[in-house]
């Protein structure tokens, strides 16, 4: 891993920083680039001048680890709302929420009633719940909500990332429950001990996982996957495999971040492909946002040039 990538990560959690980076009007305008605005009503503008490009969308209001529970019932009710809204816009549009955000470092049992609020919500509205993966310590606690909510109702999916040994385990395990997954790389500072430190490693250990998902044995008790990477060469490596091995249109979506690789996700809806596109919005944006710098240090460059422009 890249000295800049691990300073970045580093830096996501760092409170001066945000609280420096917030007031800074370079930044905001920088991350203008990744996020349509701040409020839920900017999110669903957003997705509608999407789906006229025959893209879906996922919503997710951005925030981890509240501090309180009563903050755990706003950020539920707040999603409730959300699911209303998406409903009466006639809008394909799931959300995508983080444990953290939802109480489970206060309470795990609060966090579980209100994930399955918004479960329960969304099948009545004919909607779908991503869970996020946040980083290795809550990979456990986040897959025991998960085979909660998935026992629950079909209309729950799950993030799992490639960059963990574990994934290849997990991926065995939720096989056989027909779990809608979410494969991504994986976007925090974790040791070598538990995570491949190489990206070429974790490129192909997310190549491995996503062609067991899309596998027979895999789609029979009815899972979707959704393929998480702005990685071109993986997704075409990926997209050959999907035809030569006939794996229908009803097993995966491909899914990308509002604002990254435009030209790509264009030439996927072009193509057919069903693409999801996931819409952050909302003001705690900074950690978020610095995940995504260090995604691509090419970033770095594009907010220096906005302080200067
Ligand atoms: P990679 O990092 O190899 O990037 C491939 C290419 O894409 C780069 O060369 C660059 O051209 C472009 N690119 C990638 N990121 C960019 C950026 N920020 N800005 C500009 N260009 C960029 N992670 C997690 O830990 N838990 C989660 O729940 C989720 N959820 C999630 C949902 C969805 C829909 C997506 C697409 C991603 C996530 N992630 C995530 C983030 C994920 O783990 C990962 O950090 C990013 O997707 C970047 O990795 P890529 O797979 O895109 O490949």
């Not at 229908?248 to 435009?262: D, K, N, V």
């Amino acid at each position: 891993m890249s000295l800049l990538r691990r300073a970045l990560l580093a830096g996501s959690t760092n409170h001066w920083l945000r609280e420096q980076a917030t007031r800074r009007v370079f930044v905001r305008r920088s991350v203008s680039r990744f996020m349509p605005g701040e409020s839920v009503e900017d999110a669903v503008r957003a997705a509608a001048a999407l789906r006229s490009q025959r893209i879906t969308t996922i919503l997710t209001r951005l925030g981890e680890n509240i501090s309180r529970p009563e903050e755990a019932e706003e950020v539920t009710q707040h999603y409730l709302d959300v699911l209303r809204k998406v409903a009466s816009a006639g809008l394909d549009a799931q959300i995508s929420v983080k444990p953290t955000q939802l109480g489970l470092d206060q309470d795990p049992e609060l966090c579980r009633a209100n994930l399955m609020r918004l479960v329960e919500c969304a099948e009545k509205l004919g909607n779908f719940v991503w869970i996020d993966m946040e980083s290795s310590p809550y990979v456990e606690p986040t897959l025991g909500l998960y085979r909660k909510a998935r026992e629950r109702s079909p209309k729950v999916g799950v993030a799992l990332q490639a960059y963990l040994y574990r994934t290849a385990k997990d991926v065995e395990e939720l096989m056989p429950l027909g779990a809608a997954i979410r494969l991504v790389k994986g976007a925090y500072l974790e040791p070598p001990s538990i995570a491949f430190p190489k990206k070429r490693d974790v490129d192909e250990n997310f190549h491995r996982l996503a062609c067991r998902l899309l596998g027979e044995e895999a789609r029979q008790p009815g899972a979707v996957l959704h393929i998480a990477t702005h990685d071109i060469a993986l997704t075409d490596r990926l997209i050959r495999f999907i035809d030569e091995t006939k794996v229908p249109a009803s097993a995966y979506e491909f899914a990308m971040l509002y604002g990254i690789q435009r030209s790509q996700q264009q030439r996927l809806a072009r193509e057919g492909r069903r693409l999801r596109v996931l819409i952050s919005y909302g003001d705690y944006w900074f950690p978020w946002y610095m995940r995504r710098l260090a995604e691509r240090p090419a970033n770095v460059l594009f907010v220096a040039r906005n302080l200067f422009g």
